[in-house]
């Protein structure tokens, strides 16, 4: 009776690990070549008064090729193998092979394994430094692209509406003032741009100094939905202050930085977020923080971009055109950021594409 068998695949044999030699320490060499060199003397003193002159010079000229071989040797293998094995290891430090050698430093008698344990340290800080340099040379050539881009956009509108104008559109009364008024906001938004580049370096070098004092948070909420109405209306998205209008909320901070805050991420959040949507801005007090929330159901954020958002200049998609007219500078959340951290919290985002995006700060209350 025929039986139907799966063919099995035949196991290739392991491969036999390859022999390793054995490892002699610089004591334990030494002390075999001292055994062989005082053997080799004790030889010729032994042998030497049962000989003849001749035979005595022959006798010692070979002890003394003995020890001088031993000698080598000994070197060769005491130096020699361990500038070998320095060498190899930069090898692999070109590589970038770290996990097959021993950068872990031994305070060994051995020196010569000293100065390789040595010169492994130094080049791993060093290839670090170099991979940190890059990446910082890959930021500022990203950030001076980025500028030269948001610089050139606001200036190259002014000027074509500038140049329409003395080509002899003055003489329209109607379309000189249109012209002008477009040039003026083109170089309003980049006045707003030069100043939020101020900004943000002033506060990544910590030279600007936050002039705290105590607030009112729900008060400075209703400024900031007075501020944003218009330009939320013009997208038919609603502002929402779920607050009531007599609750309070104290404060310890920058005020004026703080409504700089609020106004750029709800401010955000109307140019991305869907059209009749809606933003909920809301204050909630905890035993030593108050918790700032503002939430949008726009489209949301995809996870791999909620680290990078805060990043100047930075879109989450790249084939989209910053709109320029809208005065926005694309550095308000990069702004956001360091100013809340300068009251010592972080901006937490919460976001899945499609369910809206929630972001989340904290402020010192102040005492009862």
């Given amino acids: 009776m025929a039986t139907n068998s799966t063919p099995t695949k035949p196991i290739p044999p392991t491969p036999a690990a390859p022999p390793r030699g054995i490892k002699l320490s610089s004591q334990r060499i030494a002390i075999l070549i001292?055994?062989?060199?005082?053997?080799?003397?004790?030889?010729?003193?032994?042998?030497?008064?049962?000989?003849?002159?001749?035979q005595r010079v022959l006798a010692l000229a070979l002890t003394f090729s003995s020890c001088f071989l031993l000698v080598y040797f000994s070197y060769e293998a005491l130096i020699f193998r361990e500038i070998n094995n320095i060498y190899a290891g930069l090898e692999k430090f070109k590589r970038k092979e770290f996990k097959q050698m021993s950068t872990k430093f031994l305070f060994r008698p051995d020196p010569l394994q000293r100065i390789k344990d040595e010169i492994y340290l130094l080049a791993e800080r060093n290839q670090k430094e170099i991979e940190e340099l890059k990446r910082l040379q890959a930021m500022r050539r990203e950030f001076l692209a980025d500028v030269s881009h948001e610089l050139k956009t606001p200036i190259f509108a002014a000027q074509g509406f500038i140049h329409t104008l003395l080509d002899g559109a003055m003489d329209d009364e109607r379309v000189r003032d249109k012209f002008l008024m477009k040039a003026a906001k083109s170089l309003d938004g980049l006045d707003t741009l030069v100043q939020d580049l101020i900004?943000?370096?002033?506060?990544?070098?910590?030279?600007?100094?936050?002039?705290?004092?105590?607030?009112?948070?729900?008060?400075?909420?209703?400024?900031?939905?007075?501020?944003?109405?218009?330009?939320?209306?013009?997208?038919?998205?609603?502002?929402?202050?779920?607050?009531?209008?007599?609750?309070?909320?104290?404060?310890?901070?920058?005020?004026?930085?703080?409504?700089?805050?609020?106004?750029?991420?709800?401010?955000?959040?109307?140019?991305?977020?869907?059209?009749?949507?809606?933003?909920?801005?809301?204050?909630?007090?905890?035993?030593?923080?108050?918790?700032?929330?503002?939430?949008?159901?726009?489209?949301?954020?995809?996870?791999?971009?909620h680290n990078r958002i805060f990043e100047r200049f930075y879109r989450i998609d790249k084939s989209r055109t910053r709109d320029v007219s809208g005065g926005g500078s694309g550095l308000g959340l990069a702004i956001s950021k360091h100013i809340v951290e300068a009251h010592k919290s972080t901006i937490a985002v919460f976001s899945e594409v499609g369910q809206g995006t929630t972001l989340r700060f904290k402020l010192t209350r102040v005492k009862d």
């Fill in 199 to 305: 900004t943000i370096s002033q506060l990544e070098k910590g030279v600007m100094q936050m002039k705290k004092s105590k607030f009112d948070l729900n008060e400075l909420g209703r400024e900031v939905l007075e501020q944003l109405e218009g330009k939320a209306q013009a997208r038919n998205i609603t502002i929402h202050l779920l607050n009531a209008s007599e609750e309070v909320f104290r404060v310890i901070g920058d005020r004026g930085r703080i409504k700089q805050v609020l106004v750029n991420l709800i401010d955000n959040a109307i140019k991305y977020g869907s059209e009749n949507g809606n933003i909920w801005l809301s204050f909630q007090d905890g035993k030593k923080k108050t918790l700032v929330t503002v939430q949008d159901d726009g489209p949301g954020i995809p996870k791999e971009h």
């Fill in 34 to 54: 001292s055994v062989l060199v005082a053997l080799i003397i004790a030889i010729y003193l032994g042998i030497s008064p049962y000989l003849e002159f001749r």
